[in-house]
């Protein structure tokens, strides 16, 4: 009797420190999945409206997300980052000074945008404020003189690679994945769950016997 005490006293202990390692597991488990289809959803949602912009950027509130596709502002933002800029209207144009960071279109038939530093700003009579602008990569000004009805916005933050994940979402052969990959982790935390249930009536059983 002592002997066989002995032996369910240890399958006991093993029992239950598996099944604690299993709850540690699982618990780490959800908790990834959770932090992964937090942070595709929401870059998929950045990619997605996106998606739908001519241009692949994303506007909200006043304030527009840019995907950085050179490295002419290096080391202040590089290719694959984003840039969040806020839009800026006449009186805010007045406002801009030497140094701030803006995102401009060159010519009015332009589809190019162009984030670049301010170097020197000349008011000219007729003309209004004239704007030079310069990449802190670039050995020299940028040869276009901008004037300030083509300022689009001015830079407020710069997000590292997170131009990566939005163009990568705006592909179509990405956004299938993102689903796919969102239907397994469901259908992995059913079968999870499933085992749950499993695990308990095999334990209720087992008792009972």
Same mark, same amino acid.
């Given at each position: 009797? @002592?002997?066989?005490?002995?032996?369910?006293? %240890?399958?006991?202990t093993r029992r239950g420190a598996q099944v604690a390692l299993v709850s540690v597991i699982r618990t780490v488990n959800f908790v990834a999945i959770g932090i992964l289809a937090a942070l595709l959803t929401g870059t998929a949602a950045l990619g997605i409206v996106s998606r739908s912009s001519d241009e692949g950027n994303v506007s909200l509130f006043g304030r527009e997300l840019l995907i950085v596709r050179s490295g002419s502002m290096a080391p202040e933002f590089d290719a694959g980052d984003a840039v969040l800029i806020k839009h800026v209207d006449e009186h805010r144009v007045t406002t801009l000074r030497d140094g701030d960071i803006i995102t401009v279109r060159p010519s009015p038939t332009s589809n190019l945008l162009v984030t670049h530093r301010i170097v020197r700003i000349v008011d000219?009579?007729?003309?209004?404020?004239?704007?030079?602008?310069?990449? %802190?990569?670039?050995?020299?000004? $940028?040869?276009?003189?901008?004037?300030? $009805?083509?300022?689009?916005?001015?830079? @407020?933050?710069?997000?590292?690679?997170?131009?990566?994940?939005?163009?990568?979402?705006?592909?179509?052969?990405?956004?299938?994945?993102?689903?796919?990959?969102?239907?397994?982790?469901?259908?992995?935390?059913?079968?999870?769950?499933?085992?749950?249930?499993?695990?308990?009536?095999?334990?209720?059983?087992? %008792?009972?016997q």
């Open positions: 009797m @002592q002997t066989t005490g002995g032996i369910t006293s %240890d399958v006991t000219a009579p007729g003309a209004g404020r004239m704007f030079t602008t310069k990449g %802190d990569a670039n050995p020299t000004v $940028d040869s276009t003189v901008v004037t300030g $009805d083509r300022v689009i916005g001015v830079v @407020q933050h710069a997000i590292p690679r997170l131009g990566y994940a939005m163009y990568a979402m705006q592909q179509t052969r990405t956004l299938l994945v993102f689903g796919a990959a969102l239907v397994l982790g469901r259908l992995a935390i059913a079968l999870v769950r499933f085992a749950e249930g499993q695990e308990t009536t095999n334990n209720t059983i087992g %008792d009972t």
